[in-house]
């Protein structure tokens, strides 16, 4: 699939210029293929046909759900050259594709569906099992609906997965699964794989592998972004699987990550999460700025041209709270603006609490090493500096003191002789006796602790991993470094 206007996201598809491009890759025409068996060529039976010249592998591919995701996923692999079979138990889905219409709305679904029908691409079926053994992969996209407490509605995934599971049993036939509905991690691992097992009647990693392809399409722009995504994600630890999947994609211009599943699953819930944020946060920001009289709008668009810290990956590295002289104070400043007006602020209202949530858990970490002996590497909000107004680890420090550790803290770029002004006013507030908690050498610090605190980037100069034997809570990563112990889907 090509666009063939500009670049627009509301531009449109036009299948027959896509065709040519994708003939051109392929150097096949007309379609359909001559499909190649191991075992000599049989065209009665399709099965994976090999394009050598183009290094291309065509694959049989039955797809379970043929909603939104399940036609928009049909149209792209059909498109490739793939041997499509739509899976559903409503006739009338079916029907309609087999009429070459799309049972869903989405802008030139129609045009692919139909072409691909006509070119023997697209067929359908209700039956399970007849899908399995006609096809080599198969690609669950049934609805992951929110029960009425929020969470997840698995059923349909479950029937579908033990359907499949009792379609492979008994047989020799090997297979991928994957997972292109949205679960949370945990769910593919501990339901879906046991689940699995149990169908099959022997252990997955053999000749079924289990893995997870999460989709980044929305609706109305659907095609474009199949066809043009951020990336193509997989989750798996088997090669093999991992090769399986990506060959779908074929010659699609997209980065290519294979991850574990349980990441794989959580990449899709953190980026759905971050569009709805900066929808609300855009939002929240344009009330406030509604307010003062000012063009929200125009705010937006001003905050959206820095690509240095706005539009980019700065701040979005998961590790410690934040702090500094700036940040707290301006969250704070436009919270209790919007207060004052009432005007409703959720999102803004939740930062610092949020943030202070963040610090809690670190709190939490060392209380439960038991140690009471604390060396605190960094104490500025960040390394290289010598402001501590508002620095997290000021207020883990002082935190820790009213509860009686006994804490020393190694920061070469904080002298307590040097502070002023309102640098030295927050000191004397939070840490009156800092003078007596810093030490000049890291090792004095390695020989008083019991447990190590990596609060900044200092660590970095400093060789604890040599020197420091005992416990260590780098706050930069531990509190969201997730180190799970279960066993890898295969």
């Not at 692919?112 to 209700?126: A, C, H, N, Y």
């Not at 301006?330 to 007006?341: E, G, H, N, P, S």
Request: charged share 25%.
């Amino acid at each position: 699939m090509r666009r063939t206007c500009g670049d627009d996201p509301e531009d449109s598809y036009s299948y027959e210029s896509s065709l040519k491009h994708i003939k051109s890759i392929l150097n096949v025409c007309p379609l359909p293929f001559m499909w190649e068996t191991a075992d000599g060529c049989n065209k009665s039976e399709p099965c994976c046909v090999s394009l050598a010249e183009n290094n291309r592998i065509m694959k049989r591919v039955a797809i379970f759900g043929m909603g939104y995701v399940g036609c928009v996923t049909a149209a792209g692999m059909g498109h490739a050259g793939h041997h499509v079979i739509g899976v559903d138990i409503d006739a009338e889905k079916l029907s309609a594709l087999d009429r070459g219409s799309s049972p869903v709305c989405e802008p030139g679904l129609d045009d692919f569906i139909r072409q691909e029908v006509e070119d023997g691409l697209l067929e359908t079926t209700s039956d399970v099992e007849q899908a399995v053994q006609g096809s080599d992969v198969a690609l669950i996209t049934v609805g992951t609906p929110s029960s009425p407490n929020g969470g997840v509605v698995t059923q349909s995934v479950e029937r579908v997965i033990e359907s499949i599971g009792q379609a492979l049993s008994g047989t020799d036939q090997d297979y991928v699964v994957v997972m292109r509905s949205t679960l949370l991690p945990g769910i593919l691992e501990e339901t879906l794989g046991p689940l699995l097992e149990n169908a099959i009647g022997e252990p997955l990693g053999h000749r079924v592998h289990l893995c997870n392809n999460p989709e980044f399409l929305r609706e109305t722009t659907g095609l474009r972004d199949y066809d043009e995504p951020p990336f193509i994600l997989v989750g798996t630890t088997n090669d093999e699987c991992a090769q399986a999947v990506l060959e779908l994609y074929g010659d699609t211009e997209a980065e290519r990550i294979v991850t574990d599943t349980r990441t794989a699953a959580m990449v899709k819930y953190a980026c759905n999460a971050f569009h709805a944020l900066k929808v609300n946060f855009a939002n929240e920001i344009g009330r406030v700025s509604q307010e003062c009289g000012i063009d929200g709008q125009a705010v937006m668009d001003i905050v959206c041209r820095d690509h240095q810290l706005n539009i980019s990956p700065a701040y979005l590295r998961p590790g410690f709270a934040f702090g500094g002289s700036c940040l707290p104070k301006d969250v704070r400043a436009l919270v209790r603006f919007a207060q004052r007006r009432a005007l409703g602020t959720e999102l803004l209202n939740a930062i610092l609490p949020s943030n202070d949530e963040h610090l809690q858990r670190g709190l939490k970490r060392i209380r439960d090493t038991g140690h009471r002996k604390v060396g605190l590497i960094g104490l500025s909000f960040k390394a290289g500096t010598d402001d501590l107004r508002e620095s997290p680890l000021v207020i883990l420090a002082e935190t820790m003191l009213g509860q009686g550790y006994d804490l020393k803290i190694y920061d070469p770029y904080v002298r307590a002789t040097s502070l002023k002004g309102t640098n030295l006013a927050y000191v004397d507030r939070h840490l009156p006796h800092l003078a007596a908690l810093l030490v000049d050498d890291p090792d004095v610090l390695f020989d008083h602790a019991d447990v190590l605190l990596i609060g900044t980037d200092v660590a970095d100069d400093v060789d604890h991993q040599n020197k420091f034997y005992k416990d260590t809570i780098d706050l930069r990563r531990d509190l969201v470094n997730g180190r799970h112990v279960t066993e890898p889907i295969k």
